[in-house]
């Protein structure tokens, strides 16, 4: 009679515990143990337990392959969540099977132990079978769908109702998620505001009428120098969308700025040839947004520019705009706003910039570059790779949850009555076509921070902390997940032969970036090197991409008319009329500026239940090497976390967005 040791972990989460029956089988290469109850229903297998039992067998069962859990209804159904089992016999080492996984109804669950491996390592028909059986079931779960042509495939899920247990939000985040809008705009006194529906306010100060309750330093800060403009500048760096920018060697035909146009704005001895020559003008050209229909909302028309705006790498001033058109055929009713104009022309023309700006940040950089691409990752994974595969153990914790937070995107802000169609000029069509065109150039080279600083031309810009920020963490991560693959990979053969691995790629290229020819993967991952720097893309964009964008969007998009969701009157044709009644007129009513407000502090928050950057509560590897990589990894991320604060001391407008403690370990928000 052989007498083992088994401890089986419950999840930590509200409701993770089970008063049903739980029975255990363990199943070795000489057989099979006893099925064994897990006793005393209801005392057992609660929140956050830790629990001990003895598992029989007749015989010794050899080589331990795999463990079974049944869970059976007591009186009412009751889910489970299992964190991980392990098993012991006198005298030998620890085998640990990680699970993560809910056990819903009456159900039977076969968990591998923790040793990652591929295809190749497989030598058992028993394995085999279990690895295919999974990956079936799998698939059968997880399909994709197309919940619009011409943007990355998703999840087949209607809403976050139709998901499985183990993609939804745990009990505390969702109730949290639930709750936080309506708590912002009860803290903001929005609710008699939200009413004044087309009410305009009286003027700039009018805003502070939101802005008491809910605020943050930089929120306080953009409040008090917006106007400014190498504020505005400092935004094209470090704000929520700092990817925006570009190196202007020569003046687009369609944006016929004159040297004598901007010479007030330049240093002394100097001229815009000079500059453009020495790589000291940039550009951001919202091209993108030309022709998008825009919003109706409650019978009133909403408007939509597509602006051109020089900037200037002064020496003493910094980054400032020089020169901005408002559309992208130039004309009389188009004219080129200056620094020399009247203040108030000028402001306006910054705040219709300001305004694109809001719709590229939310809908392209934020929305379809982090959120839309990670959830291709997130579904291929799950359709393509067994929970013992060494890719799956490392991609796993930047999957969660992902694909619910996807769909309630879906559902609640961008759908035909979500929160963008009710307050935003890009909301109905014209955030879907946005999106249509964006993906239509998005490439994956695009995607890699190294190679998109060099293809902008702005490696070289002073003060660009999200460059510099994001540089350190794509080394960071690049190294790790190539010491990962290495260790699992001896070659490049060895990935070209990964039948599994192969069958993901297939499904992310194929599958989930379809209609999309010229998004640059190669047709198959013939080396470590391919494979290394997709999973680091992977990691990158549902780590720190996704964090420099959304982080700070209550920061930078509280103060509205910084960062106006909408605009109610069409963009100024002539100069010398601009007063402060017309940009009132303008700018978001009260009942917008209420919603903007309060879902982008609902959105950009911190999560309370946040994992950062690396800290994986979730232990799939148990080789030593492989946790001495993840420990490696987290040593770098604590120097990079030490060089960032020691960078900000003393600065008076400090960037902390991509602190790695403060980025999230997935796309969560």
């Given amino acids: 009679m052989e007498v083992y040791t088994v401890t089986v972990a419950t999840g930590t989460s509200e409701y993770s515990g089970t008063n049903n029956y739980v029975f255990v089988t363990l199943v070795g290469e000489g057989g099979e143990s006893e099925r064994t109850l897990l006793d005393n229903p209801g005392l057992d297998l609660c929140r956050g337990a830790v629990d001990q039992y003895k598992v029989t067998s007749r015989s010794p069962l050899g080589s331990l392959l795999l463990v079974r ?337 996807n769909c309630r995107g879906r559902t609640q802000l961008i759908s035909p009555d979500g929160i963008f169609k009710k307050v935003v000029s890009t909301g109905g069509d014209g955030l879907l076509i946005l999106a249509q065109r964006e993906y239509k150039v998005l490439t994956y080279r695009s995607l890699q921070p190294h190679k998109d600083f060099i293809d902008r031309g702005v490696s070289h810009l002073p003060e660009y902390f999200y460059k510099e920020h994001s540089l350190m963490l794509w080394e960071a991560i690049h190294s790790f997940v190539t010491g990962v693959v290495d260790l699992f990979y001896q070659s490049d053969h060895d990935v070209q032969e990964d039948l599994e691995l192969q069958a993901w790629f297939t499904d992310i290229s194929q599958e989930g970036f379809a209609e999309l020819p010229s998004f640059g993967l190669p047709s198959k991952i013939s080396s470590r090197e391919e494979l290394s720097t997709l999973l680091a893309v992977a990691i990158f964009t549902s780590t720190v991409q996704h964090a420099a964008t959304n982080n700070g969007q209550f920061d930078w998009c509280a103060w509205i008319p910084n960062t106006p969701c909408s605009m109610r009157q069409p963009p100024p044709t002539d100069k010398d009329a601009v007063t402060m009644d017309m940009i009132m007129a303008t700018l978001p009513d009260v009942s917008q500026s209420c919603m903007q407000m309060a879902i982008t502090w609902h959105l950009g928050r911190p999560q309370p239940d946040a994992i950062p950057l690396g800290q994986n509560m979730e232990e799939h590897f148990t080789e030593s090497r492989a946790l001495e990589l993840i420990s490696e990894f987290r040593k770098e991320l604590k120097g990079i976390q030490d060089n960032i604060l020691s960078q900000n001391e003393g600065l008076e407008l400090q960037y902390l967005f991509l602190l790695p403690s403060r980025i999230e370990n997935s796309i969560t928000i």
Avoid at 138 to 165: F, H, M, S, V
Avoid at 285 to 298: E, L, R, S, T, V
Avoid at 366 to 382: K, Y
């Fill in 69 to 405: 859990l049944e869970k059976q209804r007591y009186w009412v159904e009751d889910n489970w969540f299992c964190r991980y089992v392990t098993v012991e016999l006198p005298g030998e080492d620890k085998v640990t099977f990680p699970c993560y996984r809910w056990l819903v109804g009456d159900v039977k669950v076969e968990i591998r132990a923790g040793m990652a491996k591929t295809l190749r390592d497989e030598s058992l028909s028993q394995l085999l079978v279990h690895r295919k059986t999974e990956l079936l079931e799998r698939q059968n779960t997880y399909r994709w769908a197309k919940w619009a042509p011409g943007i990355p495939r998703c999840i087949d899920a209607k809403t976050e109702a139709d998901l499985p247990q183990d993609a939804r939000f745990e009990n505390e985040k969702r109730s949290d998620f639930e709750h936080s809008l309506q708590y912002a705009l009860l803290e903001l006194s929005l609710k008699k505001l939200s009413i004044s529906f087309g009410k305009s306010w009286n003027d700039l100060d009018d805003f502070k009428r939101i802005f008491w309750k809910l605020r943050s330093p930089i929120s306080e800060y953009c409040m008090e120098h917006w106007k400014e403009d190498w504020f505005f500048g400092y935004q094209c760096l470090n704000g929520c969308n700092p990817r925006m920018i570009q190196m202007c060697r020569r003046l687009p035909e369609n944006f016929p700025v004159t040297s004598d146009m901007v010479q007030s704005s330049m240093a002394p001895g100097t001229n815009l040839d000079k500059e453009l020559k020495a790589g000291k003008i940039y550009l951001l050209d919202y091209a993108i947004m030309d022709g998008i229909p825009a919003n109706i909302i409650k019978g009133k028309p909403q408007y939509i520019a597509a602006p051109l705006c020089l900037l200037y790498q002064h020496p003493d001033k910094g980054l400032i705009p020089v020169a901005i058109q408002l559309a992208q055929n130039p004309d009389l009713t188009s004219p080129i706003f200056l620094p020399r104009d009247p203040p108030l022309a000028w402001l306006l023309a910054k705040m219709w910039v300001r305004h694109a700006e809001f719709q590229v940040f939310q809908l392209l950089s934020h929305l379809l570059r982090t959120h839309l691409v990670i959830e291709v990752f997130c579904v291929a994974t799950l359709r393509q790779l067994p929970a013992v595969h060494p890719i799956y153990k490392l991609m796993a914790p930047h999957l969660r949850y992902t694909l619910e937070i």
